[in-house]
């Protein structure tokens, strides 16, 4: 089965939710090596919104914008070394968490696909922080400084992801 090629439409809400994105991820709290940011809620919204297949083509512009130096990412940063740094594996793992999402969510209601694919994105950034940016650090550290203080916040912005979405996707089309 072919996929049908993206249409002007959806190559404007691509452009327009990955804007919103960085939007979001400027909107951010200092925290240790990790900031709070509302990007887990606007991935969530694109997903949601949008379906996997232009969510997970939201996330990659999003990410390539930041690659090559677009101020996208938290504190109005871009650039490889942010995707290099103590938050790389978590941006990064946005890429599988979309497309964990965009296999999921043809199987699964939103919520668990949401829980699943936040889940995948935990696991890259806390691999990565482990392997790439502080190898001195102990599993049980770097979860207290890079998960655990995420997990509530981030519930509460995928159901508020969830929650806009139902409102927003009948103005879609």
Known sequence: MTRSPLRTLDMAYIALFAVLTAV????????????????TF????????????????TVVVYLLLGAVGLPVFSSFQGGLGVLFGAAGGFLLG?????????????R???LPACLLSLTICY???IVWYLLFYS??????T??????????????????????????LKPYLR
Not at 25 to 34: D, E, N, S, T
Not at 42 to 57: C, I
Not at 97 to 103: C, E, K, N, Q, V
Not at 144 to 165: E, H, M, N, Q
């Open 142 to 167: 770097a979860l207290r400084w890079c998960v655990f203080p995420f997990i509530l916040p981030d519930l509460i912005k995928t159901g508020l992801a969830l929650t806009v979405s139902r409102r």
């Open 94 to 106: 946005l890429l599988p968490a979309a497309l964990i999402y965009r296999f999921a969510e043809s």
């Open 42 to 57: 606007s991935v969530f919204l694109v997903l949601t919104t949008l379906g996997g297949r232009r969510g997970f083509y």
């Open 108 to 110: 699964l209601p939103p």
């Open 123 to 125: 696991l890259s950034g």
């Open 24 to 39: 979001c991820a400027w909107i951010a709290i200092p925290a240790g090596p990790i900031p709070f940011t509302l990007q």
């Open 135 to 140: 190898a001195s650090t102990d599993l049980s």
